[in-house]
């Protein structure tokens, strides 16, 4: 047998983190997490990209010239339509359970959605007024604090609780694409956790061994909430709208999930990874979150370089690697400068990158001063 590579450590400085435990050569594929736990494929994309393995329709012909859409589809009677790029990722997508219930419940917040666009559409709706979801109408101007996201909420999860109110509020929203777009994604994490478990027990019922949970992995993601809300404070009314149109619109079977929507709201940002058409990244196709991803600490000289291959995201070592070394790849595109590079950091994933091509960078201008 051989002998593992890598292990999973806890940080005082970024989490956990992956460490090589041998001495690992360069281009060794080191870990591969196969399909994102919850994501979304822009709605403008949905007829270019493949529902099963994310080939984009306009990068296959580039070199031919003419931009096309996929043109083999699925479409069951409840589901959304999707698009394939082949007969065999058609049949792929078709034999899961996942990808036809998140169709499934994608239809059904696409419809919820246009629904209160109808309604909305009548009347004068006047901007300058608070969203009456939040419970005191905008704090911008306060330093907000982790008390202010809580009481926000409970007012939220209050006016949810009560069917006449939460339908009231939904009818009168008008729900924007990009939160449209976030509905989708949460979604997509719920139908995967209904999946799992009802699958749990199926495994009970014939005293198997389960096997673990990935849903324990994803509540042990990075909390990014507070951060994200202090630096763009139009995050948090967009997530109380993302939850009440949850509230309001997911199936059935799907709302013993709801309390679960926060916590995937708050880890969203942080760990999820554009879907892009290809390594040139000229578009952006959607996001995913790909849990076992998310355990590699960012470096501007990282060591590990992320493929996704289809649905899998792949790591393999753009160097040799010593036993002990931390394994990191990038969140971003190295070629800028430290300030820029920090300043993305900064945005997107909250922290400021003391990595050593940074800290060496440091060191060089105040060499220069
Ligand atoms: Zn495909
Ligand atoms: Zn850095």
Redesign the pocket.
């Known amino acids: 047998m051989t002998q593992p590579m890598i292990d999973l450590r806890t940080t005082p400085y970024g989490g956990r983190s992956i460490f090589a435990i041998q001495p690992i050569a360069q281009g060794i594929h080191i870990l591969a997490c196969e399909t994102p736990f919850a994501h979304v494929i822009y709605k403008d994309y949905r007829r270019e990209v ?6 984009y329709a306009a990068s296959a012909s580039r070199n031919i010239g003419d931009p096309r859409t996929w043109s083999i589809r699925s479409c069951r009677a409840a589901s959304e339509s999707v698009w ?3 007969d ?2 058609k049949i792929a997508w078709e034999s899961g359970m996942i990808g036809p219930l998140i169709a499934d419940t994608n239809a059904l917040l696409a419809k919820a959605q246009i629904a209160t666009r109808k309604k909305v559409k009548g009347r004068r709706l006047c901007h300058d007024s608070p969203d009456p979801i939040l419970p005191n109408g905008p704090t911008a101007t306060l330093q907000i604090t982790q008390d202010h996201i809580d009481e926000a909420w409970t007012h939220a999860e209050d006016l949810a609780s009560s069917p006449a109110r939460l339908s009231s509020y939904c009818s009168a929203m008008d729900l924007e694409d990009m939160e449209l777009e976030t509905s989708r994604s949460v979604a997509s994490a719920i139908v995967q956790r209904y999946v799992f478990d009802c699958r749990l027990a199926d495994l009970a019922f014939s005293s198997k061994i389960a096997t673990s949970d990935p849903w324990t992995e994803v509540l042990r993601l990075q909390n990014s909430e507070l951060s994200n809300v202090r630096l763009r404070p139009y995050i948090l009314v967009a997530h109380l709208r993302v939850y009440a149109f949850l509230c309001h619109s997911l199936p059935q079977h799907l709302r013993p999930y709801v309390p679960t929507i926060r916590n995937l709201l708050a880890r969203d940002t942080g760990n999820a990874f554009g879907i892009w058409d290809g390594d040139s990244r000229d578009e952006m196709l959607g996001w995913g979150v790909w849990v076992g991803a998310s355990y590699f600490n960012h470096s501007c000289c990282p060591n590990v370089k992320k493929t996704r291959v ?1 649905r899998t995201m792949q790591f393999t070592t753009s160097r040799s690697v010593e036993t002990g070394e931390e394994l990191c790849i990038s969140y971003i595109d190295i070629n800028q400068t430290i300030t820029q590079r920090r300043q993305e950091l900064e945005d997107s994933w909250f922290f400021t990158c003391q990595c050593q091509r940074c800290q060496s960078e440091d060191a060089d201008e105040a060499c220069l001063h």
């Open positions: 493949c529902a099963q393995c994310f080939a394939f790029c082949t065999e990722c289809g």
